[in-house]
């Protein structure tokens, strides 16, 4: 009997599948009628034999994972686990000559290059083989110290800074008074005002994660004595100080801060972390139109998160016994001025697509208020930097697309470069355009704004523009007056994007003035 590890799930060594340089992280192809995700789960819980192995599992060297390379009999590897994806081929969304590309060999980078969010373990685990006999999974770039010393007093904690810049690392230290214990991280440099750092205190464990750019410092603690579940984080942004402060159940001295646990006092890049995830609980569902529904979700008590602009998080749910997981983007309310929001909200809101057929969005669909949903941290790549000297921000979103170009039009209301920001936004009917009120609204009260409408399938009445995007389009949405300085945004299906990016590409935008965002 072959002891098969617990993997987690991303792995550390996996990446984003978004890219800041416009070029998307995967195709989707269309998938024959009945080979759907549900289809799937319903045919790998049928009981058939989907490895060929009569259920035994078996050590697979890499002479024989090379012999199973081929359409009919395709074996590969990820992170040292071997899977038959001979039977998977037709269920793949991104079809089978993708998943050729790694027949019979390790196909754990050519999986996270993409995959960041699927749970494979879940979805394959009926066509597990073994496991690899020799160790065939890529080491973990990160460093990590040895547990340090229990703390005390005021001392600053042992800490490992990374070979080439010893004083870039964060560093922490904490002190107390009679009814309150206070951590502080010292960041090492300034922090962007649209947030980074997010806590969670449960069961008496806190865990602090602070986002540097393309970095990541955790503090990961088992308390030294009960605390209340409330807690407060003052940010410091010029300087680099974030102070998290917790109240004391007893007013009594401590003299520790607490144990170390997993990937305390750690810095590594952010690709490289597994999702950690919390339970929220779902306290309204709004129509926003015929088919699209705003879920807004509470965070538990004990937690502080704040998703910057132009980031996801995902959404986790068992749906049949298989783990599935999907990315959304945040928006707020709705779209006044971001400077007006409560800096106390803390509730997510996320405008969501049903689809009859969509197996994580009918599941969504179905819970009910007070229902619970297992939410990560803020992922992707995105940032803000490249907007500090634009004057013009270009944006084409099509369908739910438009979720993370929400929040950018809302920062750039705010942004003191950005003389103007345009929206041009493609759906099949005028009935699928989201938020249009509140766009017209904005974009009739204020001149740093335009939104134009683009339908494939408007109804005879409609007076704007119709179609699918092309170069014409392109070329009069996107006049530059001299001297400007713009940037593009995209975001919407896979073959919306695809030719977006190469319709850009042909206007001369170059990779540093494009994101795309991809879903």
């Given at each position: 009997m072959l002891n098969i590890p617990s993997q987690s799930f991303p792995a550390p060594s996996s990446q984003q599948r978004v890219s800041s340089s416009g070029q998307s992280g995967r195709s989707k192809v269309a998938l024959k009628p009945g080979h759907s995700l549900m289809d799937w789960i319903r045919f790998s819980k049928s009981g058939k034999d989907l490895t060929g192995l009569r259920g035994r599992l078996i050590e697979v060297t890499e002479e024989e994972l090379k012999k199973h390379n081929t359409r009919n009999d395709c074996w590969t590897c990820i992170r040292g686990l071997v899977y038959n994806v001979t039977p998977y081929m037709d269920y793949h969304p991104g079809g089978e000559e993708e998943l050729m590309k790694a027949a019979g060999i390790d196909g754990t980078d050519l999986?996270?290059?993409?995959?960041?969010?699927?749970?494979?373990?879940?979805?394959?685990?009926?066509?597990?083989?073994?496991?690899?006999?020799?160790?065939?999974?890529?080491?973990?770039?990160?460093?990590?110290?040895?547990?340090p010393p229990p703390l005390t007093g005021l001392s600053q904690p042992t800490t490992l800074a990374p070979p080439h810049d010893k004083d870039s690392r964060p560093r922490y230290d904490w002190f107390q008074t009679d009814g309150t214990v206070h951590l502080v991280v010292y960041a090492k440099r300034k922090i962007p005002s649209s947030g980074c750092t997010t806590v969670d205190l449960k069961a008496g464990v806190l865990r602090v994660?602070?986002?540097?750019?393309k970095m990541s410092y955790i503090i990961h603690l088992c308390l030294a004595d009960e605390v209340e579940g409330n807690i407060s984080v003052n940010t410091a942004f010029s300087v680099g100080k974030i102070q998290v402060s917790i109240r004391k159940q007893a007013k009594r001295k401590w003299t520790s801060l607490g144990q170390p646990m997993e990937f305390h006092n750690t810095f590594l890049l952010k690709k490289d972390r597994a999702p950690y995830y919390r339970d929220c609980v779902l306290v309204s569902k709004t129509d926003v139109n015929h088919n699209t529904h705003m879920f807004r979700l509470q965070l538990?008590?004990?937690?502080?998160?704040?998703?910057?602009?132009?980031?996801?998080?995902?959404?986790?749910?068992?749906?049949?016994?298989?783990?599935?997981?999907?990315?959304?983007?945040?928006?707020?309310?709705?779209?006044?001025?971001?400077?007006?929001?409560?800096?106390?909200?803390?509730?997510?809101?996320?405008m969501i697509k049903i689809y009859p057929d969509g197996v994580?969005?009918?599941?969504?669909?179905?819970?009910?208020?007070?229902?619970?949903?297992?939410?990560?941290?803020?992922?992707?790549?995105?940032?803000?930097?490249?907007l500090r000297d634009v004057t013009h921000l270009y944006l084409l979103a099509a369908g739910t697309g438009f979720t993370p170009m929400a929040r950018l039009i809302q920062l750039a209301q705010d942004h003191d470069s950005i003389r103007k920001t345009k929206l041009l936004f493609f759906n099949r009917r005028e009935e699928d355009i989201l938020w249009r009120c509140h766009l017209d609204e904005l974009a009739a009260n204020n001149d740093k704004f335009q939104v134009e409408y683009v339908l494939s399938e408007p109804c005879e009445s409609w007076t704007g523009r119709t179609g699918r995007i092309d170069e014409s389009m392109l070329q009069d949405f996107l006049k530059k007056p001299g001297g400007s300085k713009y940037y593009v945004c995209v975001c919407g299906p896979t073959a919306f994007t695809d030719l977006a990016i190469r319709l850009l590409k042909q206007q001369g935008i170059s990779d540093g003035e494009l994101?795309?965002?991809?879903?």
């Amino acid at each position: 009997m072959l002891n098969i590890p617990s993997q987690s799930f991303p792995a550390p060594s996996s990446q984003q599948r978004v890219s800041s340089s416009g070029q998307s992280g995967r195709s989707k192809v269309a998938l024959k009628p009945g080979h759907s995700l549900m289809d799937w789960i319903r045919f790998s819980k049928s009981g058939k034999d989907l490895t060929g192995l009569r259920g035994r599992l078996i050590e697979v060297t890499e002479e024989e994972l090379k012999k199973h390379n081929t359409r009919n009999d395709c074996w590969t590897c990820i992170r040292g686990l071997v899977y038959n994806v001979t039977p998977y081929m037709d269920y793949h969304p991104g079809g089978e000559e993708e998943l050729m590309k790694a027949a019979g060999i390790d196909g754990t980078d050519l999986f996270d290059q993409v995959h960041r969010w699927v749970n494979y373990e879940s979805m394959l685990k009926e066509c597990l083989v073994g496991k690899m006999a020799t160790k065939t999974t890529k080491a973990i770039r990160a460093i990590i110290p040895p547990p340090p010393p229990p703390l005390t007093g005021l001392s600053q904690p042992t800490t490992l800074a990374p070979p080439h810049d010893k004083d870039s690392r964060p560093r922490y230290d904490w002190f107390q008074t009679d009814g309150t214990v206070h951590l502080v991280v010292y960041a090492k440099r300034k922090i962007p005002s649209s947030g980074c750092t997010t806590v969670d205190l449960k069961a008496g464990v806190l865990r602090v994660e602070v986002m540097l750019g393309k970095m990541s410092y955790i503090i990961h603690l088992c308390l030294a004595d009960e605390v209340e579940g409330n807690i407060s984080v003052n940010t410091a942004f010029s300087v680099g100080k974030i102070q998290v402060s917790i109240r004391k159940q007893a007013k009594r001295k401590w003299t520790s801060l607490g144990q170390p646990m997993e990937f305390h006092n750690t810095f590594l890049l952010k690709k490289d972390r597994a999702p950690y995830y919390r339970d929220c609980v779902l306290v309204s569902k709004t129509d926003v139109n015929h088919n699209t529904h705003m879920f807004r979700l509470q965070l538990p008590r004990g937690t502080v998160m704040h998703v910057p602009v132009g980031k996801h998080v995902y959404l986790k749910a068992l749906i049949q016994d298989i783990e599935v997981v999907r990315p959304y983007t945040p928006v707020d309310q709705d779209l006044i001025a971001a400077s007006q929001l409560s800096s106390q909200e803390s509730d997510l809101y996320l405008m969501i697509k049903i689809y009859p057929d969509g197996v994580f969005t009918k599941h969504l669909n179905s819970l009910n208020i007070g229902d619970h949903v297992s939410i990560s941290g803020p992922e992707g790549p995105f940032t803000v930097r490249p907007l500090r000297d634009v004057t013009h921000l270009y944006l084409l979103a099509a369908g739910t697309g438009f979720t993370p170009m929400a929040r950018l039009i809302q920062l750039a209301q705010d942004h003191d470069s950005i003389r103007k920001t345009k929206l041009l936004f493609f759906n099949r009917r005028e009935e699928d355009i989201l938020w249009r009120c509140h766009l017209d609204e904005l974009a009739a009260n204020n001149d740093k704004f335009q939104v134009e409408y683009v339908l494939s399938e408007p109804c005879e009445s409609w007076t704007g523009r119709t179609g699918r995007i092309d170069e014409s389009m392109l070329q009069d949405f996107l006049k530059k007056p001299g001297g400007s300085k713009y940037y593009v945004c995209v975001c919407g299906p896979t073959a919306f994007t695809d030719l977006a990016i190469r319709l850009l590409k042909q206007q001369g935008i170059s990779d540093g003035e494009l994101h795309t965002f991809c879903g």
